[in-house]
């Protein structure tokens, strides 16, 4: 076992960070301050973490701020856990989110210990504590790491940690925190299977959930957690391997009556070699100075239809890496017999047909697995009607009741035929003891896990 390695990887926790302060800006798009960082007020910290027996030393330093590549731009993202908050004042406009009032030095005065209490309590209560085997003991052990990651997300997205409302509270702690544990235990777990001198590739994590379930935001707040704690990652897409335009088009003269192939998204619209080679590369950052650059989509590109963005644009990851973070709405889907699918929809034949080759593209790749479950994939619709009225009331173009409609309907039917497999027997060559399975209810929180 790489002893040396593995204690790396649970190095002490900071409650300051040197990396980058994102937020949202009045577009809903992520950015980043060019200010700096203040240390989290001395008196906070030693409050909350004097009441549990964790004396820690003060710091204030300040640390500047330094760009960390992002590919998540999302508009109208539909966070409303986030935006609910009305003591988050936001006054600058949607060109200049430099000037955003930051939460960046944090109130000074003495948090009582009660309120330590009451955090540990709400921990406890989440519904992934008990999947997870975080006992109250466990939580208590490790209840200044909560605090930190509180603080970080905090900092991440722009909230007063003081001043958290419950679907916030809930969002960090019930969600976005057990989840990252998780992850962190994957790794340890991957890590441990080696040798000491041996090349370490990164812990593929694979996270399979529908459009609009808030699956972009949950990777963008686990990458910027790792990298808090000093570790390297690596995020990317499904979309990232969409056909080129050339391809897309292609495609279509292909298969002129299938409505399900006319636009990207499905089993058939995407460069599967184009897929391999990234995912070898990635998978060879195991040393220092290795690098590349991780590939990216321009969805606006062709009035809509989009195109490979330009490789100039592309973000540049170093290596070793400890974790790829891969999400997509289709990742682990398995074929179906022919029978199967018809019934849905007689056009996913096609589709059902390219989805054989998806396995050795992507899903092997994958060592651990997120699946975010849904009970109705109708509400696919409503969260992507709610970010395309966003968009429209923020005086963004945006697609009318009619095109999302559209829009939703070429993904429904691979949705209906192979969520129930993907819940019931887990995603493509998966393995249970490396999967967690979330269930959300529509207003995209956690009820369930397994």
Same mark, same amino acid.
């Given at each position: 076992?790489?002893?040396?390695?593995?204690?790396?990887?649970?190095?002490?926790?900071?409650?300051?960070?040197?990396?980058?302060?994102?937020?949202?800006?009045?577009?809903?798009?992520?950015?980043?301050?060019?200010?700096?960082?203040?240390?989290?007020?001395?008196?906070?910290?030693?409050?909350?973490?004097?009441?549990?027996?964790?004396?820690?030393?003060?710091?204030?330093?300040?640390?500047?701020?330094?760009?960390?590549?992002?590919?998540?731009?999302?508009?109208?993202?539909?966070?409303?856990?986030?935006?609910?908050?009305? /003591?988050?004042?936001?006054?600058?406009?949607?060109?200049?989110?430099?000037?955003?009032?930051?939460?960046?030095?944090?109130?000074?005065?003495?948090?009582?210990?009660?309120?330590?209490?009451?955090?540990?309590?709400?921990?406890?209560?989440?519904?992934?504590?008990?999947?997870?085997?975080?006992?109250?003991?466990?939580?208590?052990?490790?209840?200044?790491?909560?605090?930190?990651?509180?603080?970080?997300?905090?900092?991440?997205?722009?909230?007063?940690?003081?001043?958290?409302?419950?679907?916030?509270?809930? /969002?960090?702690?019930?969600?976005?925190?057990?989840?990252?544990?998780?992850?962190?235990?994957?790794?340890?777990?991957? /890590?441990?299977?080696?040798?000491?001198?041996?090349?370490?590739?990164?812990?593929?994590?694979?996270?399979?959930?529908?459009?609009?379930?808030?699956?972009?935001?949950?990777?963008?707040?686990?990458?910027?957690?790792?990298?808090?704690?000093?570790?390297?990652?690596?995020?990317?897409?499904?979309?990232?391997?969409?056909?080129?335009?050339?391809?897309?088009?292609?495609? /279509?003269?292909?298969?002129?009556?299938?409505?399900?192939?006319?636009?990207?998204?499905?089993?058939?619209?995407?460069?599967?070699?184009?897929?391999?080679?990234?995912?070898?590369?990635?998978?060879?950052?195991?040393?220092?100075?290795?690098?590349?650059?991780?590939?990216?989509?321009?969805?606006?590109?062709?009035?809509?239809?989009?195109?490979?963005?330009?490789?100039?644009?592309?973000?540049?990851?170093?290596?070793?890496?400890?974790?790829?973070?891969?999400?997509?709405?289709?990742?682990?889907?398995?074929?179906?017999?022919?029978?199967?699918?018809?019934?849905?929809?007689?056009?996913?034949?096609?589709?059902?047909?390219?989805?054989?080759?998806?396995?050795?593209?992507?899903?092997?790749?994958?060592?651990?697995?997120?699946?975010?479950?849904?009970?109705?994939?109708?509400?696919?619709?409503?969260?992507?009607?709610?970010?395309?009225?966003?968009?429209?009331?923020?005086?963004?173009?945006?697609?009318?009741?009619?095109?999302?409609?559209?829009?939703?309907?070429?993904?429904?039917?691979?949705?209906?035929?192979?969520?129930?497999?993907?819940?019931?027997?887990?995603?493509?060559?998966?393995?249970?003891?490396?999967?967690?399975?979330?269930?959300?209810?529509?207003?995209?929180?956690?009820?369930?896990?397994?």
């Amino acid at each position: 076992m790489n002893m040396a390695v593995l204690n790396g990887l649970y190095q002490p926790w900071s409650l300051t960070s040197s990396l980058p302060l994102y937020y949202y800006n009045n577009q809903n798009h992520y950015c980043v301050s060019n200010c700096k960082l203040h240390s989290l007020s001395h008196s906070y910290r030693f409050s909350v973490l004097s009441s549990l027996n964790a004396p820690i030393k003060p710091n204030h330093t300040a640390s500047r701020l330094s760009q960390m590549p992002t590919h998540f731009s999302k508009s109208g993202s539909g966070c409303s856990w986030m935006h609910d908050n009305s /003591r988050c004042h936001n006054t600058a406009s949607s060109n200049d989110c430099t000037k955003v009032p930051l939460y960046s030095v944090f109130p000074t005065k003495r948090a009582e210990v009660s309120s330590v209490q009451d955090l540990f309590e709400f921990i406890c209560s989440g519904p992934l504590i008990n999947k997870l085997g975080l006992t109250p003991e466990k939580v208590t052990e490790s209840i200044d790491k909560w605090i930190a990651c509180g603080s970080n997300l905090c900092r991440l997205f722009q909230l007063n940690e003081l001043d958290l409302t419950v679907p916030q509270k809930a /969002r960090f702690y019930h969600y976005y925190i057990p989840v990252f544990l998780w992850c962190e235990d994957q790794i340890y777990q991957h /890590r441990s299977t080696f040798k000491d001198g041996e090349d370490i590739p990164p812990l593929v994590i694979g996270f399979s959930a529908p459009q609009g379930c808030g699956k972009t935001t949950l990777v963008f707040a686990l990458d910027y957690l790792f990298r808090v704690a000093g570790r390297k990652t690596a995020t990317i897409s499904i979309d990232d391997f969409y056909l080129t335009a050339e391809g897309q088009a292609k495609l /279509r003269e292909e298969n002129p009556a299938n409505a399900l192939l006319e636009f990207r998204g499905n089993a058939g619209s995407h460069d599967l070699p184009f897929s391999v080679e990234t995912l070898m590369a990635i998978n060879g950052l195991t040393k220092e100075g290795l690098k590349m650059k991780l590939p990216r989509y321009d969805k606006s590109a062709y009035n809509g239809r989009g195109d490979r963005a330009d490789p100039s644009t592309w973000p540049e990851v170093e290596g070793p890496l400890m974790a790829v973070l891969f999400e997509g709405w289709m990742l682990g889907f398995k074929p179906l017999s022919m029978e199967v699918v018809k019934v849905v929809d007689p056009q996913l034949e096609t589709v059902n047909k390219n989805l054989e080759a998806y396995y050795d593209a992507w899903d092997k790749f994958i060592k651990a697995w997120i699946v975010i479950k849904i009970k109705d994939p109708s509400c696919v619709y409503q969260w992507r009607l709610q970010a395309e009225i966003a968009m429209r009331e923020a005086g963004k173009p945006g697609m009318s009741d009619e095109e999302v409609e559209d829009f939703v309907s070429r993904y429904l039917p691979a949705y209906k035929a192979y969520l129930p497999t993907l819940y019931s027997e887990g995603p493509n060559g998966s393995n249970p003891k490396h999967l967690l399975v979330i269930e959300i209810d529509e207003g995209r929180n956690p009820i369930l896990a397994s």
